[in-house]
C-alpha cells in the first residue's frame, strides 16, 4: 500500500505506476497483472488485445485524441502534455486504483510533474542490465547497436510520435532510474528483470504485496504459467499485438538476460559501461 499520511491514504491516490525504461519487462508485468486480478478460467489467458481492461497506457494517442479533440500530431507539446494531465486526473477519479504504464522518468513537464505525487498511490520499477535492453531497444527501434547505444545515452532521447504513442521524452537510462529512485511521495517497489526471470513466484508476490491485493497461490501459480514468456509470444504469433510496430517481425523476441555476451561487440559493451557503469554497479550488473 502507498505510504499514509495520518493512517489515512487520499483518496485522490488512485494510480499505480507501471514504470521503466523501454524494453526492460513492463509489457510482461502488465500481462501477469491483468490475468492475475481479472477473473477467468484456469489455464486460459486473457487475449492480448484485452490487457487494457486492467492496465492503461500514459501515451496512449487513442486517448489523448479524445481530449485534445483532434491528432496530437497536429498539436504542440504543451497541448499534448496538458491533454495527458486531464486523462490522469481522470483515471483517478475511477472507484478503484488503476494500473497505468509509463516509459517517463519522474520528471517534470512544463513545470508540471509527469508522475503526479497527489495522484499516485505507489509504482513497481522494472531495471534490465542495459547490456541486453539496448538489443532490444535497437531491434523495437529499427537502428543498429551503435546508434541504440548513444540513443540509451541520449539526455533528449525520446519514443514515440506516432499514430499509436504520443511523444516521450526518455532522457538517458541512468538518469531514468535515478529519476524514480528519487520519488519521497509515493513508494516504488525496485525489481530487477533478471531477478523476476530467476524467481518469478518470489518477486510477483512482492508486486501483488506492493499493489495492495489479495495474495492466493492457486492463481499465483496459474498466472506465472500462462503469462511466461514463451506462453506470451505463442499469443503474439495466434493473435498478432497492436504494439507490436510495422518493421518489427516479433514483439516478444527472446526475454533471456545475458544475450549481450553474444550479441553485443565488445566496443559498444564498453561504451554502455562508461555511460553507466554507476547505476549498472548499484544493481549488480557490473
Avoid at 488503476?98 to 505507489?122: D, E, Q
Avoid at 530467476?198 to 495474495?215: E, K, M, N, Q, Y
Avoid at 501459480?221 to 497492436?242: K, N
Wanted: aromatic letters at 8%.
Amino acid at each position: 500500500m502507498a505510504r499514509k499520511e495520518d493512517g489515512v491514504v487520499p483518496a485522490t491516490r488512485k494510480i499505480i505506476w507501471l514504470a521503466s525504461y523501454p524494453k526492460s519487462g513492463n509489457t510482461w508485468l502488465r500481462a501477469f497483472l491483468a490475468n492475475y486480478l481479472i477473473r477467468r478460467p484456469p489455464g486460459v489467458a486473457l487475449p492480448l488485445a484485452e490487457l487494457n481492461k486492467m492496465t492503461r497506457g500514459d501515451a496512449d494517442a487513442s486517448a489523448i485524441n479524445r481530449i485534445l479533440g483532434r491528432d496530437h500530431l497536429e498539436a504542440d507539446a504543451a497541448e499534448v502534455y496538458a491533454a495527458r494531465q486531464r486523462m490522469i486526473e481522470r483515471l483517478a477519479e475511477l472507484p478503484t486504483p488503476t494500473l497505468v504504464k509509463t516509459h517517463l522518468p519522474n520528471s517534470a513537464m512544463f513545470r508540471v510533474p509527469v508522475i503526479p505525487p497527489g495522484l499516485t498511490r505507489c509504482a513497481i520499477y522494472i531495471v534490465r542490465n542495459p547490456l541486453d535492453l539496448v538489443i532490444s531497444y535497437a531491434d523495437h527501434m529499427a537502428m543498429d547497436l551503435e546508434a541504440a547505444a548513444r540513443a540509451i545515452a541520449t539526455p533528449a532521447n525520446s519514443i514515440g510520435y506516432n499514430d499509436l504513442f504520443i511523444r516521450q521524452i526518455l532522457g538517458d537510462w541512468s538518469m531514468h532510474v535515478r529519476s524514480w529512485q528519487a520519488a519521497r511521495h509515493f513508494p516504488v517497489l525496485f525489481l530487477r528483470y533478471e531477478d523476476i526471470l530467476a524467481d518469478p513466484a518470489g518477486s510477483f508476490t512482492r508486486i501483488i504485496r506492493h499493489i495492495g491485493a489479495p495474495l492466493n497461490e492457486a492463481i499465483l501459480r496459474d498466472t506465472i504459467a500462462v503469462t511466461s514468456f514463451d506462453s506470451l509470444r505463442a499469443s503474439e504469433e495466434a493473435e498478432g499485438f497492436a504494439e507490436r510496430l510495422e518493421w518489427q517481425e516479433k514483439f516478444f523476441r527472446k526475454g533471456t538476460k545475458d544475450q549481450w555476451q553474444d550479441a553485443l561487440p565488445p566496443a559498444i559493451a564498453d561504451k554502455i559501461r562508461a555511460d553507466h557503469g554507476q547505476v549498472m554497479r548499484q544493481f549488480g550488473y557490473l
